[in-house]
Every structure is written in C-alpha cells, then in structure tokens.
C-alpha cells in the first residue's frame, strides 16, 4: 500500500510503502483507500489497525501517543 505522512510540524512529506507504519512526531497519515473500504478500525494500546473488507490489514503504531506537539490525524483518499 503506497501511503504518505506528512510530518506536521516539519511540514515534510514521506512516501511509504507497506502495511505496517510507526509514527514518531505528529502526523497526517493520507491512505490511498475509501473510508468506506474499511471493514474494522480497532485500538491496540498505542495502534491503530484497520482491517479492510479485502482483508487487508494496516497497523499504525503509535498513533494515539499524544504529545505536546500535537496529535495524528488520518485521512482517506480516493483511488486514482
């Protein structure tokens, strides 16, 4: 899965592949999915995993670590 997160306050755009991300500063993490393409979201301590209908899973480490620079936010994009 090609997935982008914008680092928010270095304003700096990284492109990742996969599906497993760890966040480390706060971020905007854009998927290349419909939110309607998700099946589940769930809460693992710290992580996001989202489980999509085609079965697919994404983890989002750390992304409910608040801290005093901000938080992360998510964002569904439409496929292309």
Sequence with gaps: MN???????????????????SLDSPSLVKLPVRG????????????????????KVLKIENFFVETPAGRHDIEFTELE
């Design 3 to 21: 997935v982008i997160v914008i680092l928010k306050d270095q304003k700096e755009t990284r492109a990742l592949q996969g599906n497993f991300i």
């Design 36 to 55: 309607n393409d998700v099946a589940r979201v769930q809460r693992d301590e710290n992580d996001l995993e989202l489980l999509l209908k085609n079965g």
